[in-house]
Antibody, heavy 118, light 111 residues
Framework: QVQLQESGPGLVKPSETLSLTCAVS?????????WGWIRQPPGKGLEWIGN???????YYNPSLKSRVTISVDTSTNQFSLKLSSVTAADTAVYYC???????????WGQGTLVTVSS | QSVLTQPPSVSGAPGQRVTISCTGS?????????VHWYQQLPGTAPKLLIY???NRPSGVPDRFSGSKSGTSASLAITGLQAEDEADYYC???????????FGTGTKVTVL
């Protein structure tokens, strides 16, 4: 049974870089699938941030592309999100997920709230 | 401002059938991209309900079904139960945006 768990700071200052890690258990990232990040501002809907394929190919939401980096570490079976130059608009619950080629997310982490505030 | 529009809310009595629409355009649903549906219970992560327009993952009751036609898709819940009270989101891909997109979300209330 694959499980995903997000970790990282819950509070980030404006203009700084948000960094989150997703630890995957029960499945080896290097074996396949896409691994991605999706966020949800408080009381609002879902927004796709980006995916990384197990080979390392990345796909980003064009609206965030200039600020986003997703990377994978197969040695620790984790993948990470970095979002630079954050503002209050980046305050959200951030979810990591395992995705299939047509985009559906079959397995999600529990989510972690990141607040951008000074 | 999502490109996939859902009604903000739908409601029904226990046992009834409700449907949730997901209206897109020629650059997403109408272009042939698959539609997927998620259920989000209060305070929890979304859960996959339907993938590839009308496929249910293992463990999802057959009370949930999906369909797609033209530039729209629908999620139907038959035999509505109290535990179905949640937010529901559709998802597809938009070629104009070059991005996966989610619907605006629909809150289902069981009366």
């Amino acid at each position: 049974q694959v499980q995903l768990q997000e970790s990282g700071p819950g509070l980030v200052k404006p203009s700084e870089t948000l960094s989150l890690t997703c630890a995957v258990s029960g499945y080896s990232i290097s074996s396949g699938y896409y691994w991605g990040w999706i966020r949800q501002p408080p009381g609002k809907g879902l927004e796709w941030i980006g995916n990384i394929y197990h080979s390392g190919s990345t796909y980003y939401n064009p609206s965030l592309k200039s600020r986003v980096t997703i990377s994978v570490d197969t040695s620790t079976n984790q993948f990470s999100l970095k979002l630079s130059s954050v503002t209050a608009a980046d305050t959200a619950v951030y979810y990591c997920a395992r995705l299939y080629s047509s985009g559906w997310a079959g397995c999600w982490g529990q989510g972690t709230l990141v607040t951008v505030s000074s | 401002q999502s490109v996939l529009t859902q009604p903000p809310s739908v409601s029904g009595a226990p046992g009834q059938r409700v449907t949730i629409s997901c209206t897109g355009s020629s650059s997403n649903i109408g272009a042939g991209y698959d539609v997927h549906w998620y259920q989000q219970l209060p305070g929890t992560a979304p859960k996959l309900l339907i993938y590839g327009n009308n496929n249910r993952p293992s463990g999802v009751p057959d009370r949930f079904s999906g369909s797609k036609s033209g530039t729209s898709a629908s999620l139907a819940i038959t035999g509505l139960q109290a535990e179905d009270e949640a937010d529901y989101y559709c998802q597809s891909y938009d070629s104009s945006l070059s991005s996966y997109v989610f619907g605006t979300g629909t809150k289902v209330t069981v009366l």
